[in-house]
């Protein structure tokens, strides 16, 4: 039971390149999530998924894309990268309990710099 | 809408002493509370959670949280803190009336122990 892993661990992009981190859960959980974290910020949400083929926006999409063909699998997309995406990405997901969210679970993180 | 406060960037304690770390919250409907850590290049960790019922909530490590509906705070403490216990804690919260489950994380607050 790997729990949440992320791929890669650590990347450097050239300002508009394009990217896709992969987010894999083996917990069968129903919500995933995608984070970025950057220094006095806490964490801010980008993109999330409530079920398999059903993605919305979070608190700062712009810039970002994401798929969930698969239940276990988040992808987040970079389309054109720039250096105001330099962070640390994390990837969750949680279960569904009473018919809600409940605990979430947290990937080890993905190390993103854009020169 | 929802949002979270940590009022301390952060919280110096010598090893021995009782630690807390504040949180205030405000939601639509009824809250779920969560405290996560994070270790330095590692994602974070579930301490504990509030959903319902006592308001005093034990967890991982020795730590436990107090529910305080009319102050909407759910403070992180632990009687005695340890070298081990330093690190970036997060508060998260999540509004019962949002049906997309999403969550609101706190900017966090670094713990510091000393000798």
């Known amino acids: 039971n790997a729990g949440v892993t992320q791929t890669p661990k650590f990347r450097v992009l050239k300002t508009g390149q394009s990217m896709t981190l992969l987010c894999a859960q083996d917990?069968?959980?129903?919500?995933m999530y995608w984070y970025r974290q950057d220094p006095g910020m806490g964490l801010r949400l980008i993109h999330y998924s409530v079920g398999e083929g059903t993605t919305a926006k979070g608190e700062v999409p712009d810039g970002y894309n994401v798929s969930r063909l698969k239940k276990q699998n988040f992808l987040l997309g970079l389309e054109s990268a720039a250096p105001s995406q330099t962070s640390v990405y994390f990837c969750a997901s949680s279960y569904r309990r009473a018919g809600v969210a409940d605990t979430q679970y947290f990937g080890p993180g993905t190390r993103l710099t854009v020169l | 809408a929802q949002s979270v406060a940590q009022p301390e960037d952060q919280v110096n304690v010598a090893e021995g002493n009782p630690l807390t770390v504040k949180c205030t919250y405000s939601v639509s409907g009824n809250p779920y509370l969560f405290w996560y850590v994070q270790y330095p290049n590692r994602g974070l960790q579930f301490l504990l959670k509030?959903?319902?019922?006592?308001?005093l909530v034990k967890g991982s490590y020795g730590f436990e949280a107090e529910f305080n509906k009319s102050q909407t705070s759910f403070h992180l403490k632990k009687p005695s803190a340890l070298v081990s216990d330093s690190a970036l804690y997060f508060c998260a919260v999540r509004d019962s009336l949002d049906s997309w489950g999403k969550f609101q994380f706190g900017a966090g607050t670094q713990v510091v122990v000393t000798p």
């Open positions: 509030y959903i319902t019922g006592d308001n």
């Open positions: 917990m069968n959980h129903e919500y």
